[in-house]
């Protein structure tokens, strides 16, 4: 799913009569694969084996319900590839949508002025002077040349901008400068799949996902520069100790005995 519009709408009345009549086994693979054409923004290939995975059942299951999502029409089978109509639908219309919003923000900029240039500055400069000199009953105020020692740093700007940087790294972007995960970080479906495609179940996944954020949260090396690659060190880890002993560590690499406490706390709800 685009970063520029991580959502979609959701209607609970169209889906719960939609889903009508399906087993448990259809539903899950009918809302995993409604999610996975979200997420990817258009179909998804038709691999019985990755969304057995996903859902956590055999390929022969998964293969199974898919035939009667498609018979039942819930699905469409188009060149090896599994989509939905509504989904079609709704993704066309994001993208339309975002085509808009790019024509708008081109009309709102003003003519002549190159963005992020020194004229631009300049001319932004002469008129908050202008608007001193009026508030100060016509007396404009020194104003300090671009570059100054005296001149005072944009606070605001530069919190937006550490925000952004900590939220792109969260979300697998690499980051110039280390930053924890935010206090309401959700894991992207898109690294559970990639731990569950390499051996873990989804539920000791998104265990292992919360402990990482609670250790980033709480430890004094919680800060990584990207955390996708620390996602895939955290639960290979796993992997290669089950037991929860352990092991030699690297510099940087969260607390073995700290880790599976955390752990422990999550897995019994504590």
Same mark, same amino acid.
């Not at 066309?92 to 949508?97: D, I, L, N, S, V």
């Not at 530069?158 to 925000?163: C, F, P, Q, S």
């Not at 939220?167 to 690499?174: C, F, H, I, L, P």
């Given at each position: &799913?685009?970063?520029?519009?991580?959502?979609?709408?959701?209607?609970?009345?169209?889906?719960?009569?939609?889903?009508?009549?399906?087993?448990?086994?259809?539903?899950?693979? !009918?809302?995993?694969?409604?999610?996975?054409?979200?997420?990817?923004?258009?179909?998804?290939?038709?691999?019985?084996?990755?969304?057995?995975?996903?859902?956590? &059942?055999?390929?022969?299951?998964?293969?199974?319900?898919?035939?009667?999502?498609?018979?039942?029409?819930?699905?469409?089978?188009?060149?090896?590839?599994?989509?939905?109509?509504?989904?079609?639908?709704?993704?066309?219309?994001?993208?339309?949508?975002?085509?808009?919003?790019?024509?708008?923000?081109?009309?709102?900029?003003?003519?002549?002025?190159?963005?992020?240039?020194?004229?631009? %500055?300049?001319?932004?400069?002469?008129?908050?002077?202008?608007?001193?000199?009026?508030?100060?009953?016509?007396?404009? %105020?020194?104003?300090?040349?671009?570059?100054?020692?005296?001149?005072?740093?944009?606070?605001?700007?530069?919190?937006?901008?550490?925000? %952004?940087?900590?939220?792109?790294?969260?979300?697998?972007?690499?980051?110039?400068?280390?930053?924890?995960?935010?206090?309401?970080?959700?894991?992207?479906?898109? /690294?559970?799949?990639?731990?569950?495609?390499?051996?873990?179940?989804?539920?000791?996944?998104?265990?292992?996902?919360?402990? &990482?954020?609670?250790?980033?949260?709480?430890?004094?090396?919680?800060?990584?520069?990207?955390?996708?690659?620390? /996602?895939?060190? /955290? !639960?290979?880890?796993?992997?290669?100790?089950?037991?929860?002993?352990? %092991?030699?560590?690297?510099?940087?690499?969260?607390?073995?005995?700290?880790?599976?406490?955390?752990?422990?706390?999550?897995?019994?709800?504590?």
């Amino acid at each position: &799913m685009s970063t520029e519009q991580p959502w979609v709408r959701w209607f609970p009345a169209n889906w719960l009569t939609g889903s009508r009549g399906l087993t448990p086994t259809e539903t899950t693979v !009918y809302i995993t694969v409604l999610n996975l054409i979200y997420e990817k923004d258009g179909p998804v290939d038709a691999d019985p084996a990755t969304l057995g995975r996903y859902c956590l &059942m055999t390929k022969k299951a998964a293969e199974t319900a898919l035939e009667k999502l498609v018979e039942k029409r819930k699905l469409k089978l188009v060149d090896g590839r599994y989509s939905n109509q509504r989904a079609e639908d709704e993704i066309a219309r994001k993208q339309e949508m975002r085509k808009t919003q790019s024509k708008n923000a081109k009309k709102r900029k003003k003519p002549g002025r190159a963005s992020g240039s020194l004229g631009t %500055q300049l001319d932004v400069s002469h008129e908050r002077v202008g608007k001193k000199a009026h508030k100060n009953n016509g007396t404009p %105020q020194p104003m300090l040349p671009l570059g100054s020692a005296n001149a005072q740093p944009n606070k605001k700007e530069e919190i937006r901008t550490k925000k %952004q940087e900590s939220v792109a790294n969260a979300t697998g972007q690499k980051s110039k400068r280390a930053s924890r995960l935010p206090d309401d970080w959700k894991i992207p479906n898109e /690294w559970i799949g990639e731990a569950v495609a390499e051996g873990l179940t989804q539920a000791a996944a998104m265990a292992e996902a919360e402990a &990482m954020k609670n250790w980033s949260l709480s430890a004094p090396s919680g800060a990584k520069l990207d955390w996708r690659a620390a /996602w895939r060190n /955290w !639960y290979r880890r796993r992997l290669a100790n089950p037991s929860g002993a352990p %092991q030699p560590r690297n510099r940087g690499d969260p607390p073995d005995d700290d880790f599976r406490r955390e752990l422990d706390r999550i897995t019994k709800g504590g």
